[in-house]
């Protein structure tokens, strides 16, 4: 088994690993590892989730090497705040990881993400754990698997991955972080798409069991040619993103791609994926050696599992964004300190008067200075709070302007597509009559009268025979089937007077 718990770690009876996007969750305890139906507060509990891609702000920095190491974090800060273009108002969490051996200088991908992110979708979690003790980005979750050996570290491997709510594309040389970019294809969106493509709103849990049961080799009506055209422009985004990460990281070529989703693997998507794009494509679904009672388990939940046995014996090794961590132990806090501090010196005093007396002085003057800094705190909280009403006023009419400039935007876009539409795609009725007298000249049919309504022509029919009636309508069918949505002859009847035939024939133009 790969837990190897420090010392330091020795409260720690279970692992308590959790999707905070769509509210799973599962807990290694007695070497098994198996959901979990609710949470609960327990500090033998080590409560690990991570943060998903969408929600992540990244970026590649690189620093001197004659920099010392303990500016390197307030460095990094700067950096980040200048490379990414960060709310300088906002106190973003910030981590990063260094690319070893990177050169002259030093190369570091950084990963921030907002509080209030941070807030939306792990707060809830918070009020029931108390704590998170480990938040890491989602694409550093990889990692793992070159640590424990499971991948070979030699060469580029590419992961995708779907979840109901993102779906990103993860690149790894020589068992390090490269690149990672989310794509507008979660499970939720291809859903999504597939309703559009069909015209109607079908039940989501019968199209994520044909999706997990059968996948693109599915023979139901319908599903298998609608998934493929989403999953073509799937792999046309994935294309252009290892295109670029070709071009900008200098990689020849990428060695292996394993591409998974949260519900489950795709059958037939790994094929797909190897015509489409040339590269080796396999599932991503590795054996962990890890009990688990389940078919099938988010990958990532693994994942988790494996980056929180290397915190566990190295915290450095592993990015964690965290804002919730564990409380200290007892003596380790304030109020613990403040506590035993205060029953010592009650002790003391009542041991020896005069020692009381000095503790009780020791006490006045501790609580005079934090009055002094309760003030100092509450008027830089005062002006922090205005400082923030009027970014928000700012926000607000800058948001009305915006408001107003879009349905501007709107009302004249809507103009020029009218107008672009009338110019370019009106359908010149002429063109169209001309082509159509060519063809009954060569068939030797001609018109007697003629009448047409937006894009429906009536044509009547006239010809010594009816073979030549027939002859016309199957050659017009079989050379303008691009043009036309439906032609039609309801009857041909041959006139009794003229010997002629004649028929009304129908031509709808698309």
């Known amino acids: 088994m790969f837990l190897k718990k420090s010392s330091s770690q020795s409260t720690i009876k279970n692992i308590v690993t959790l999707n905070a996007y769509g509210g799973k969750y599962y807990q290694f305890k007695d070497n098994t590892f198996q959901p979990l139906k609710k949470l609960a507060y327990n500090t033998s509990n080590f409560i690990t989730s991570y943060i998903s891609n969408k929600d992540?702000?990244?970026?590649?920095?690189?620093?001197?090497?004659?920099?010392?190491?303990?500016?390197?974090?307030?460095?990094?800060?700067?950096?980040?705040?200048?490379?990414?273009?960060?709310?300088?108002?906002?106190?973003?969490?910030?981590?990063?990881?260094?690319?070893?051996?990177?050169?002259?200088?030093?190369?570091?991908?950084?990963?921030?993400?907002?509080?209030?992110?941070?807030?939306?979708?792990?707060?809830?979690?918070?009020?029931?754990?108390?704590?998170?003790?480990?938040?890491?980005?989602?694409?550093?979750?990889?990692?793992?698997?070159?640590?424990?050996?499971?991948?070979?570290?030699?060469?580029?491997?590419?992961?995708?991955?779907?979840?109901?709510?993102?779906?990103?594309?993860?690149?790894?040389?020589?068992?390090?972080?490269?690149?990672?970019?989310?794509?507008?294809?979660?499970?939720?969106?291809?859903?999504?798409?597939?309703?559009?493509?069909?015209?109607?709103?079908?039940?989501?849990?019968?199209?994520?069991?044909?999706?997990?049961?059968?996948?693109?080799?599915?023979?139901?009506?319908?599903?298998?040619?609608?998934l493929m055209k989403i999953f073509g422009e799937v792999f046309i985004t994935i294309n252009d993103i290892i295109i670029y990460a070709k071009r900008a990281f200098e990689l020849e070529r990428i060695d292996q791609m394993f591409i998974g989703t949260a519900s489950g693997p795709i059958i037939g998507l790994d094929d797909y994926s190897q015509n489409y794009l040339g590269l080796q494509s396999a599932e991503f679904n590795f054996n962990y050696q890890i009990e688990c009672e389940e078919w099938y388990t988010d990958q990532l939940q693994y994942l988790m599992l494996l980056n929180t046995f290397d915190y566990l014996e190295d915290e450095s090794s592993i990015v964690n964004l965290t804002r919730y961590p564990r409380p200290p132990s007892f003596v380790n806090r304030a109020s613990g300190q403040f506590i035993i501090s205060t029953f010592a010196a009650i002790t003391v005093g009542l041991a020896w008067p005069l020692t009381y007396l000095i503790g009780s002085y020791i006490n006045d003057a501790s609580i005079y200075a934090l009055n002094l800094q309760n003030d100092k705190v509450s008027k830089e909280a005062q002006k922090y709070?205005?400082?923030?009403?009027?970014?928000?006023?700012?926000?607000?009419?800058?948001?009305?302007?915006?408001a107003k400039l879009s349905a501007t935007y709107q009302a004249k876009t809507k103009t020029l597509t009218s107008i672009y539409d009338k110019k370019v795609n009106y359908r010149l009725k002429s063109g169209i009559f001309h082509t159509m007298a060519e063809e009954l000249y060569k068939y030797g049919v001609h018109v007697e009268h003629m009448r047409s309504d937006n894009d429906t022509v009536w044509l009547s029919l006239v010809s010594s025979e009816d073979r030549k009636l027939t002859e016309l309508i199957k050659y017009i069918s079989d050379n303008h089937f691009q043009e036309i949505d439906q032609i039609d002859i309801e009857l041909i009847e041959k006139d009794p007077e003229s010997n002629y035939y004649k028929g009304m024939l129908k031509v709808d133009l698309k």
């Open 56 to 226: 992540l702000i990244t970026t590649t920095v690189y620093i001197s090497r004659s920099i010392p190491e303990e500016d390197i974090p307030d460095i990094i800060d700067i950096k980040a705040y200048e490379e990414l273009g960060l709310d300088q108002a906002k106190d973003y969490l910030i981590s990063y990881t260094e690319t070893p051996e990177s050169g002259e200088e030093r190369e570091f991908h950084i990963f921030a993400v907002e509080p209030e992110t941070l807030d939306n979708n792990f707060l809830p979690i918070k009020e029931e754990t108390k704590y998170i003790d480990l938040l890491t980005p989602a694409p550093l979750l990889y990692k793992a698997l070159y640590k424990k050996e499971i991948l070979d570290d030699n060469g580029t491997q590419c992961f995708v991955y779907f979840t109901k709510f993102d779906a990103f594309v993860t690149l790894y040389h020589n068992g390090e972080f490269l690149y990672s970019k989310s794509i507008d294809f979660s499970l939720e969106v291809i859903y999504n798409k597939y309703c559009e493509l069909i015209g109607e709103q079908i039940e989501e849990k019968e199209f994520y069991n044909v999706l997990e049961q059968e996948g693109l080799k599915t023979t139901r009506e319908g599903y298998q040619e609608n």
């Open 385 to 402: 709070k205005k400082v923030l009403a009027e970014k928000k006023a700012v926000i607000t009419e800058l948001d009305d302007k915006i």
